[in-house]
């Protein structure tokens, strides 16, 4: 099957720990991207990655970061900078010619911080 | 800034009824507009796009419709059904090749 993953679902943390989760896809797409959700709020922009060695920040990228050493993964760490990091953060990814529009999205990972 | 939100935070609709699912938008640039259905746990699913220059799109028991004057967009779902209990996202392109997404409609299918 192919698909996006992302592990653990549920993840603790204490307060001033880095955290990485990661994002894997199966797809072969070009393109990923990493969202928050917090209740009652739309999705909110992380970073993404077009291609394999290059990303750009979103517009909440203060306190993360990311890599895209393979085309298959882009792990996302929640550094001690975040200043509140407690959320639901989705992973996508998409083929290059409908990379904006449709972005097939991992089950997420909740993250609580302690 | 570029914003994208929901009239109704909540609908709830008999099963069978046609459902209707409102947004406004408030940039005017956007080449495109995408709908997605969110379920409790899960990650966001694509559901429809429509491009700015058209006004009415449908799939499969969906459809949507833009109304670029009043920088409206409505999706409509025939016959209602349980499994379409979930959340509802629109959201329009923007400048920096990424995607605003508005703050959700809950709806609710009532049996």
């Known amino acids: 099957d192919g698909g996006i993953t992302q592990s653990p679902k549920y993840l603790f943390r204490k307060e001033g720990q880095n955290v990485t989760l990661s994002c894997e896809q199966n797809l072969n797409h070009d393109a990923m991207y990493w969202y928050r959700q917090d209740p009652g709020q739309g999705l909110r922009l992380i970073y993404y990655?077009?291609?394999?060695?290059?990303?750009q920040k979103g517009d909440i990228a203060e306190g993360y970061s990311v890599s895209r050493e393979k085309k298959e993964s882009f792990p996302l760490t929640v550094t001690s900078a975040q200043k509140n990091p407690t959320a639901f953060y989705l992973c996508?990814?998409?083929?290059?010619?409908?990379?904006?529009?449709?972005?097939?999205f991992g089950p997420g990972t909740r993250l609580t911080v302690l | 800034g570029e914003s994208v939100g929901l009239h109704l935070p909540t609908l709830s609709v008999q099963e069978g009824d046609n459902s209707i699912i409102n947004c406004a938008y408030s940039n005017s640039a956007s080449d495109y507009f995408i709908w997605y259905k969110q379920e409790s746990g899960k990650g966001p699913q694509f559901i429809i796009d429509i491009r700015s220059n058209m006004d009415k799109r449908q799939g499969q028991r969906v459809t949507v419709l833009l109304n670029k004057t009043v920088k409206h967009l409505s999706l409509q779902i025939a016959a209602t059904q349980p499994g379409d209990s979930a959340v509802y996202f629109c959201?329009?392109?923007?400048?920096?090749?990424?995607?605003?997404f508005g703050t959700g409609t809950q709806l609710k299918v009532e049996l």
């Open positions: 959201a329009q392109t923007g400048g920096g090749n990424k995607l605003t």
């Open positions: 990655s077009q291609i394999v060695n290059d990303f």
């Open positions: 996508a990814s998409s083929i290059r010619d409908r990379g904006l529009l449709e972005q097939f």
